[in-house]
């Protein structure tokens, strides 16, 4: 019986591990669509840059760790 069970096994697995999915595009371009976005997303944060000092209220030459949001940093006149 034994015998009979792994022969039906063997045919199954055979006959499905000839199923083969074929790839939209090769995978290289996988790779360089990945590289792209994330030269993109380097790019955007890139252009953000220095961003906190441009918006900086008068006064404020030294660098603080949160920019003057923390309670802490709050300016009382």
Known sequence: MST???TV???VLASSAE???ELPMPP???GLIAFALLMSGL???WAFRG???KWAREG???AHPFHGTH???IKHN
């Open 4 to 6: 009979t069970v792994l």
């Open 9 to 11: 096994l063997s045919g």
């Open 19 to 21: 199923v083969v999915r």
């Open 28 to 30: 290289i371009l996988f």
């Open 43 to 45: 790019a955007l944060t």
């Open 51 to 53: 961003t906190a000092q």
């Open 60 to 62: 404020d030459d030294v």
């Open 71 to 73: 309670p802490g940093n």
